[in-house]
């Protein structure tokens, strides 16, 4: 009878597991148009595949990335989220926004610290702790049209490495109406951004050592005036903004650089799937140049992260979302389709001879010349804001780039010491 009743038992058991119902976790990407609808769907169609219990639904939030924060705090997040930049990972995890992802980490077969590059493993964590996982990254570098480059006497396999030959380069590079007016600009110093130039003329924005925010440095002072002198070249940024305004979409045929109007941008390795759709052209790509005593082959390195907001319902399910689309398979797959950097250094190693753009970046993840797009404290995003207010400011000739940073400086390290209490 005893016999009998347990193996009735067992029936029950493997006929409720075998018609249970899949978990349902919500997703919501920052990514949208092609990315989400050809490229990150087909990722996630294969993750169902494999793992035909869990069924992921999709939505985008591009565009309103505040809608995740006010989800949180109403107690109704998504499973997972990738619309959180890795400068966002330590003001969430401090307020609470995100888990502590340690004891899946610590469990996963397809998890490896050891795999990522340090500027991406650093990104992951806030006090030593793992709160978010990227599936690709981004290095950034100057994207150069070697058909202008011809047009006008520049070697387009010797690209600028100087801040003199950018300069010398800029000027050929723009042209002009019978009115003056630009119609192509050599390149867009300024919308590269301070954060950029602040590092490459060797200056940094935070002293991890001392806990202090060093915005008013000699360095960025001396990167910002570089700044305002460049654009006053083409008659100031008033000018220079009317021309940058009227520029076609940057996600479309009408992207600036693959219609003629800039003839050098910053980019990223997302260039060769622009110039697949938007092209072709006929491109180079350069580090940004240095000047003396700067920093050579420096690079910004970012990106969305993957986590899981606090208060999540289904958090395993949705780790294993998570570790699926940053392990092997998922990078691999969202670098070829997208042409980012994988952030693994196995997957990249594997992909860089048939993705050549890739180049600049698996050498860029290896130098310790690589930084993040802001200093990854909690309060990344006012700091960034403040800091290009403040830069603006100094571009349209309303302070003195020392001015303008010196200010920058007691806002910025204020609101910091205002946080930690």
């Known amino acids: 009878m005893k016999r009998t009743v347990l193996a009735m038992l067992l029936v029950l058991l493997v006929s409720a597991v075998a018609f249970a119902e899949p978990v349902k976790i919500e997703y919501w990407t920052g990514w949208g148009g092609e990315e989400l609808d050809d490229i990150q769907k087909y990722v996630i169609d294969e993750f169902m595949k494999e793992n035909p219990d869990i069924i992921v639904e999709t939505s985008t939030i591009f565009g309103s990335y505040d809608k995740l924060l006010t989800a949180i705090a109403a107690g109704t997040p998504p499973d997972v989220v990738s619309a959180v930049w890795e400068t966002q990972i330590p003001g969430l ?13 610590a469990k996963s077969e397809l998890y490896d610290p050891d795999d990522f590059y340090p500027a991406n493993y650093r990104q992951s964590l806030y006090k030593g702790s793992l709160y978010g996982i990227p599936a690709t990254t981004n290095t950034s570098f100057i994207v150069y049209n070697k058909e202008a480059f011809r047009e006008v006497g520049l070697d387009p396999e010797n690209p600028p490495r ?9 000027d050929l590079l723009t042209k002009r109406d019978e009115n003056g007016n630009i119609v192509r600009l050599g390149y867009d110093a300024a919308g590269s951004g301070l954060w950029v130039w602040g590092h490459v003329f060797g200056g940094k924005f935070f002293d991890e050592e001392n806990d202090v925010f060093t915005i008013n440095s000699p360095e ?3 990167a910002l ?4 002198d460049y654009v006053n070249r083409y008659g100031g940024m008033q000018v220079v903004q009317e021309f940058v305004s009227g520029l076609g979409n940057y996600w479309s045929p009408q992207n600036p650089l693959f219609a003629g109007q800039v003839a050098m941008a910053g980019f990223g390795e997302w260039i060769e799937s622009f110039n697949l759709r938007y092209g072709p052209i006929e491109y180079g790509i350069m580090a940004f140049p240095a000047p003396e005593g700067g920093i050579e082959g420096w690079t910004s390195v970012g990106g969305s992260m993957f986590c899981i907001p606090t208060g999540a319902k289904n958090p395993e399910a949705a780790w294993r979302f998570i570790e699926y689309i940053s392990g092997p398979k998922g990078s691999e797959a969202m670098a070829r389709l997208l042409t980012n950097m994988p952030p693994r250094r196995s997957v990249a190693e594997k992909l860089v001879d048939e993705m050549p753009v890739l180049a600049f970046g698996l050498h860029a993840l290896e130098s310790p010349n690589a930084s993040s797009s802001g200093p990854l404290t909690t309060i990344d995003q006012f700091f960034l804001d403040t800091l290009g207010q403040f830069a603006e400011q100094a571009l349209y000739g309303q302070l003195t780039p020392e001015e303008a940073l010196n200010q920058a400086q007691q806002l910025v390290q204020f609101e910091y010491e205002m946080m930690a209490f």
């Open 93 to 105: 995890a401090e307020r609470g926004a995100l888990m502590n992802l340690d004891e899946f980490a």
């Open 220 to 222: 960025i002072v001396k």
């Open 162 to 170: 100087t801040i003199e030959e950018l300069v010398h380069a800029a």
């Open 225 to 228: 005036t570089w700044m305002v």
